[in-house]
């Protein structure tokens, strides 16, 4: 298995990074909403717009 898309990535939030594959977006936005809740973190102003365009990849 490569690491190469995680060593990319690194530490970035939706607003300066998505996953390559467009079809994963939806799945990535719900995953990452999910931590943010858990842990009641807040998301910046670029990364919220980030995912909600993730989002909008959804189809329900």
Same mark, same amino acid.
């Given at each position: 298995?490569?690491?190469?898309?995680?060593?990319?990535?690194?530490?970035?939030?939706?607003?300066? &990074?998505?996953?390559?594959?467009?079809? *994963?977006?939806? !799945?990535?936005?719900? /995953? &990452?909403?999910?931590?943010?809740?858990? *842990?009641?973190? !807040?998301?910046?102003? /670029?990364?919220?717009?980030?995912?909600?365009?993730?989002?909008? !990849?959804?189809?329900?």
């Amino acid at each position: 298995m490569s690491t190469g898309g995680n060593r990319r990535k690194g530490d970035k939030d939706p607003g300066n &990074w998505k996953p390559p594959l467009q079809s *994963y977006w939806c !799945t990535y936005s719900r /995953a &990452w909403i999910s931590v943010k809740a858990a *842990y009641q973190l !807040t998301a910046n102003p /670029a990364e919220a717009e980030a995912l909600s365009r993730m989002l909008d !990849t959804c189809d329900t």
